[in-house]
């Protein structure tokens, strides 16, 4: 994956103590620098947004190798119009964003039945409503046996979700991204998000807690 971003590193290829300082480097730091010619920049960034994007993509589609090329195009487009991105604005927001566009653009071209599942992470869903978290090095092996199995079975039934509840449920509870970052990623308003995740929270553990006993 973006080949063509290694690329530009390595012929642009400098000291460690630049590589060091870019590392140092916000993203909107990291965006002015590129914009600036400082090519090193954007491998920064996509170094920092790959794994994450790819988790993002592959839970939103359910289809891995897909979930990589979509990805790469992810980042084509960010390089190829990062000009025109709105540095008062979170860059995070902007790439998820993009990204959220190409899963619902393959989905669209699929005929999938959607299915509704899972409750068990509703434990993590706490009075602070934090991010659904899977490892913890406290945890004795056969926990984390228990936890890596539950994951498993969470990858697979999330990209059972309709795609509307799917995106929201990912952002939210696997990407931890706010209430607004949906919004503005998705293109809904506000209510629209919650309700659909609040819906799609449901229907999760109605319909996987049966599985779980």
Same mark, same amino acid.
């Given at each position: ?104 653009? #393959? %989905?669209?071209?699929?005929? &999938?039945?959607?299915? !509704? *599942?899972?409750? +068990?992470?509703? /434990? ?35 990209? #059972? %979700?309709?795609?509307?509840? &799917?995106?929201?449920? !990912? *952002?939210?509870? +696997?990407?931890? /991204? ?36």
């Amino acid at each position: 994956m973006l080949d063509f971003v290694v690329r530009d590193a390595d012929t642009a290829a400098g000291p460690r103590t630049q590589r060091e300082m870019l590392k140092s480097l916000d993203d909107s730091a990291l965006v002015a620098e590129f914009l600036a010619g400082e090519k090193r920049a954007f491998t920064e960034l996509a170094d920092r947004y790959q794994s994450r994007l790819l988790n993002f993509v592959y839970r939103t589609t359910g289809d891995r190798e897909r979930a990589e090329d979509l990805v790469q195009e992810t980042f084509i487009r960010v390089y190829r119009h990062i000009h025109r991105f709105d540095q008062s604005k979170k860059f995070s927001t902007w790439v998820y964003t993009i990204a959220s566009n190409l899963a619902k653009n #393959e %989905l669209r071209n699929r005929s &999938r039945n959607p299915l !509704v *599942l899972f409750q +068990m992470i509703k /434990k993590n869903w706490g009075a602070d409503d934090r991010p659904l978290e899977w490892e913890d090095n406290t945890y004795r092996p056969d926990d984390l046996y228990r936890k890596r199995r539950l994951k498993q079975m969470v990858d697979s039934v999330v990209e #059972e %979700l309709p795609e509307h509840h &799917r995106t929201v449920f !990912v *952002l939210r509870e +696997m990407e931890g /991204k706010t209430y607004e970052e949906i919004a503005e990623i998705t293109g809904c308003n506000l209510g629209t998000v919650k309700s659909r995740l609040n819906r799609a929270r449901n229907n999760f553990a109605q319909i996987i807690a049966p599985l779980l006993d």
